[in-house]
């Protein structure tokens, strides 16, 4: 037949168009063990080694049996088996796979287990973003793609619904039939109002057709006619299943996915533009700057400037050129590694720098990607000021414009997306090398050991000053004249000294030996002893600092809140007496010397209650900078997410403070919903439920599939069954937010601890004042068990849901004895 290239061209651009995929559909990708994804036979196979070892293959057997065998003997090994099999390695996806997810569709559905659709969106770069959203859960949220995302509703379960959720053996299927599932009404009814594409399926799912069958009796005979016209695209068909599908106006078109790919899709291509606008008047494309990686070839071409860095300030590249950056013995020492390291064949992963605040990583870092520019390899840089985001990194490897090397100061600014991108690129021939530098506490926050998988990482701790550094450090100081208190104590004393009293930590021997004052009281001291209108410039640009990030002339103007002349010149003050730094030029931005400056003088703001007016300031800054158009991972989107977090602002400021500062900003952030979200977490937190749920609401209504207010919805309807636990409604609540939580967990688990901390903390709290029967609370706390124990699993270095994992076992022992 005439491929249906301009009636498929017509329903993408209005965007009406459904992809429906099924077990064929993946037959050309690999798994993470570099296999081919497993038919239903290889399948079958494997299971029946896992459940009967020692006994012949029975090939008359089913899957379904098997599958249901394997779960009874063993459900662990049965679900770390299928894992493997059906996880696919996004570096084995041919590319015309991307051909289908570039289209405008108005959703996906698909019959496969497995990750294909988004390790692809991991891979290349797409116009929305992939979200899969699982069949079998009683809540499966809102399945309706939209500006930014395309939704891919998994019919049977995806990988973490297994090994009891998803719907592969004969009881399962039985369980299915048995009730009408919401998400197949949903399907049979798009059925008569889109136009589908199936693909990789003969479309004999008993669950299907079971509700198509039930959706076409409804209507009285002659629906069919007004069915939009759909296609299954299949190399093979029997003429009584083409028949059958004809009566539902289905045309057989009889290619594989491949053929189809390249012969049908590749002529859409311009119907993206039209369809997204339809669903958009904007996509969700990465912004050019988070896509610009800096290289260290062009950041070095400066002038060789004169800093402060022996005093403590924050390196700068002519720091390292000008040898007032020492070389340490650990400089040769991480060198190696990292030569090693590239010089190993195949996957190469990762160098991790770790070290304490002050310990010299970005000074090693800056070494480290100095000497391989110096060799001629292309290296870039990305630090606190840079504006590339992960998406925009792997978009640089996929368009052939990232560096041979990527080095990353403060790698934990990029989220926690990191490690599963890190996976996605490092294992992707030529294989790029990162060296990434993290402060040492927040290393396993960041980089979580089971979303790296197999990808190689090389950790190197930043070590204290030896004696030769000490050495090399007073002859760096006389240099430079910067001996300070050191001067006129003999070569001995100032060894002494600088070992004794700093504990060989490097920014500390820098400011504490050379000053004779221990190096907190210097940083308060420096900062007590301004005037008012440099107080209030420096509070600022320290607070902001601490959070990683710098500011411009204008973003301090309007944190002080005056734009006037006194401001203007208190600033070129400061910054001619060396007490906060500029980049200088037109685009200046200004920060303290160094971070833990910065914090230290955070931390004595904090404890004066002075921080209100600071962060106020900072938030208006962030608030207008950030559009509604603006993409998540665009800086200032993420600063602005920093600086609301309900957690972060309780600290800070306490709960009151907190409540008043978001009352202050709601002109501001009216239509931000991550400030409402924010805003409701604290009243929740608080105990005020009423008004908790209105601000909820409120996010809700702005950002209607925000996962992180579906886990604030889900703890607010657990606290308020709590407030009148013998409520028949209360129960009704807490089934919800269980829902609701199991959905998160689908879709995020491995991503988000907090919607297994929620569950389980809410369980044992519903256990304890809920549930008076000992088996409902027996099960109950089994339940809630289970779920966190598979947190633990996904967050191995997570210590609070550990700690609640003791707790619930704790109880579940209490429950026994006072039974």
Known sequence: MTPPIPYLTTQ???????????????MTAKNVNGEPMPSAGRLKEELWKLCFPDAPFDSNSTLQSVYEAALMRNARETKELLTALLSVDGNSLPEWYSLFFKLPWFKCYTLNIDDLAQRLGNMVWLPRKIEPVSGVRDRVGNTESDKDILRIVHLNGTIQDLPKDVTFSTTQYAERLARQEPVYTQLSAELLSHPFVFIGTTLDESLLWQHIQLRSTRGGSGLGEFRRKSFLVTPHLDKAREVALSQYNVEWIPMNAEHFATEVLSKLEGTIPKGINVISKRSAGVTDNESIIQEVSTLIGGPMSRTEFLLGTEPIWSDIQSGRAITRNSDDDLWNKVSDVRKGKGARGF??????????????????A????????????VDRDSEVSLRGIRRAFQNGTAPDVIVIDDADLLGIDLGPMLREICLNAPYPFFVLGIRSGRVDRILNPAQLGQTPSHEYTMPLLTDEDIAGLIDALTNDNKLGKLRGLTRIEQENALREKTGRELLVAMIEATSGLR????AVKEYEELDEDKKRIYAIVATATALQFSLSKKDILIAVGRQDNAVLNALDQLVRRNIILTTGGAESSYRARHRVLGEIVERKLQSAGQLYDVIRGLLIVVATQVTPEMPRGAKPKRLLVRLINNSFLHRMLGPEQARNLYGELESHLNNESHYWLQRGVLEVEAG???LAKNWLDQAKGISPDDNFVENEYALWEFRTALETPADLKSRELVDDACNALEHQIALNGKRYDSPYHILGSQCLAWVRRGLKQFEEQRDFLEYGTGRVKEGVQNHPTNDKLKSLLKEMEDEKLNLVLRR
């Open 688 to 690: 005020n439920l009423r």
């Open 351 to 368: 160098v991790l720098v770790t070290g304490t605040a002050g310990s010299g990583k970005s000074t090693a870092l800056m070494r480290i």
């Open 370 to 381: 100095l000497h391989l520019s110096s060799d001629g390899t292309r290296v870039g840089w």
């Open 12 to 26: 993408l651009e209005t965007a009406r168009a459904i992809l429906f995929t099924g077990a064929g559909f993946s």
């Open 519 to 522: 190096f907190e009281e210097k």
